[in-house]
């Protein structure tokens, strides 16, 4: 299995450049050649497996240039229950008949950002070795609160790396913060920017391509890379739980064999839901994506139209993770449904970067609506949703995958369509105890602790050992610069 760029077709690339590298040098995104396929026995078989030999089934079909040694260590490292609170890795759990709630926030970080961010550190480094390289790897985070503390814990102390990561001033949660601010580890770093997450990104990703600043860092011994979902060690790894879960449920007799289930993700940057077209592709039998946006519906209306514009109102919403206008994976999936043409790709992509819009043709926006769904809701709407799942079926969830039910609910009267369902959970709702609490209609006026002792009485829900910890953390880190301070910034911090 070799790996193309979006942007220019003739790169190819084995998964371990994919991966060390993190984005192609013509600011395109690794892609593989073809997609893999698991066939309806395989499927079967995953049902008497666990998550681990599940994992590793599917990375051998990805990572064609790993040895099975590699790929065992590297998913015994990260997916075991130091690291997890459930043997299951991921868990789910029935809402109501034939709708399940995909919880993927068992790691420790509490978001989903962990069922990736934890095995990219091993892909990494084995990948770096393998390309017999001595560098230093100098991981470079924008997020949007998640991927930031996901991306430290996994980096944290790994030797031959090194972590940035920038995030939003204002866009974050309470919690999301104090978890990046008191990050412990040798070769951390973490700074707020006077901007938004797509100003974080973009500014990542210009660094990434600036000659200059590669040429400095090439003569001081060292590389960039990227934990951001535009690394394809990032994706790889979330295909697998869409994989384990439809054995798991077939397994459980949950649904019978062949049968066809619909996966709603809440989206942001486009990579979950990317990985579950991945997982339908491959052969889990899927109807419908329905794709979930909060007030920043760029993708709602993509998905309806076929155009894509980011000229409109940014809205800071209580599903900050999620408050994003440029869904950087879309450029994958674009290059999968104009069959791998890299002109269209350069050429759309290149008027998003400079008219901030561009509009798809004809036989893209037929495929499209023929795989996804798409829907939004506010803030209000998320919160009517959290206190109804709660008085339904007493199960607390988070602000974004409130997004999600909701959407789900709308798709559902709608259209009258009864498949089975799944629902990605992406975050614990102690990320977010504020939001919850008041939706539920706590008082949520207390400090973020507190709340977290609330919120446990309220939810019964276990606190999550990780979260309850930060209380007597020191915050480490308290920088604050301009969106245009990034470059001068990183290079500064590395001391080259
Ligand atoms: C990152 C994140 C999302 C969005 O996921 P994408 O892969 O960026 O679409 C949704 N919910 C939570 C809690 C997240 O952290």
């Known amino acids: 299995m070799f790996y193309k760029s979006t942007r220019n077709s003739s790169v190819r690339v084995t998964s371990a450049q994919a991966v060390a590298q993190g984005i192609s040098e013509d600011g395109g995104l690794f892609i593989p050649e073809s997609i893999p396929q698991i066939t309806p026995q395989e499927l079967k078989e995953f049902?008497?497996?666990?998550?681990?030999?599940?994992?590793?089934?599917?990375?051998?079909?990805?990572?064609?240039?790993?040895?099975?040694?590699?790929i065992a260590y590297c998913v015994d490292g990260a997916y075991n229950t130091k690291a997890f609170d459930s043997d299951s890795i991921a868990e789910t759990a029935e809402l109501f008949e034939g709708v399940y709630m995909l919880e993927l926030w068992h790691g420790p970080t509490c978001a989903f950002k962990d069922m990736a961010l934890q095995i990219l550190p091993y892909l990494l480094t084995t990948s770096a070795k393998k390309l017999h390289s001595d560098k230093k790897v100098v991981i470079l985070v924008a997020t949007s609160g998640d991927t930031g503390k996901a991306a430290l814990e996994g980096f944290k102390d790994v030797e031959g790396t090194s972590i940035l990561v920038f995030y939003p001033v204002d866009g974050v949660s309470a919690m999301q913060k104090k978890q990046m601010t008191t990050q412990e580890g040798s070769n951390v770093g973490v700074c707020a920017i006077e901007g938004n997450f797509d100003d974080a990104q973009n500014g990542v990703k210009a660094i990434f391509t600036d000659k200059e600043a590669l040429e400095k860092l090439n003569a001081a011994g060292m590389m960039f890379s990227s934990a951001n979902s535009i690394n394809w060690g990032r994706l790889a790894p979330q295909i697998i739980y869409y994989i384990s879960t439809y054995a798991q449920l077939a397994a459980e007799g949950k649904i019978s064999e062949g049968e066809k289930v619909n996966i709603v993700v809440p989206t942001g940057n486009f990579g979950n839901i990317l990985a579950g077209y991945y997982a339908k592709h491959m052969g889990v039998p899927v109807n419908k994506l329905i794709c979930a946006s909060n007030a920043n519906n760029v993708l709602t209306d993509f998905i309806k139209t076929g155009i894509y514009d980011r000229n409109r109102d940014f809205h800071a919403t209580i599903s900050p993770s999620m408050d994003i206008l440029i869904s950087s994976n879309l450029e994958r999936l674009l290059y999968i449904l104009t069959d791998g043409n890299d002109e269209k790709i350069r050429e759309w992509f290149g008027r998003l970067a400079k008219e901030g819009r561009y509009e798809v043709d004809g036989d893209v926006k037929r495929r499209l609506s023929e795989?996804?769904?798409a829907g939004f809701c506010d803030d209000e709407q998320t919160k009517q949703t959290i206190k109804s799942i709660y008085d339904k079926y007493s199960y607390v969830c988070d602000t974004h995958t409130a997004v999600a039910v909701k959407v789900y609910g709308d798709y559902k009267a709608r259209t009258g369509d009864e498949t089975k369902t799944i629902i990605a959970s992406t975050a614990s709702p102690y990320?977010?105890?504020?939001?919850?609490?008041?939706?539920?209609?706590?008082?949520?006026?207390?400090?973020?602790?507190e709340l977290v002792d609330k919120l446990a009485e309220v939810s019964k829900m276990p606190i999550p050992a990780s979260l309850a910890a930060l209380k007597d953390k020191d915050i480490r880190f308290k920088d604050v610069i301009a969106k245009d301070e990034m470059a001068s910034y990183v290079l500064k911090t590395l001391g080259v």
């Open 431 to 449: 990320k977010f105890s504020a939001s919850v609490l008041s939706a539920i209609g706590e008082d949520a006026q207390a400090s973020e602790f």
């Open 47 to 70: 049902g008497s497996m666990d998550y681990r030999q599940r994992a590793k089934a599917v990375f051998a079909k990805f990572l064609t240039d790993f040895t099975e040694a590699e």
């Open 371 to 373: 795989e996804f769904e």
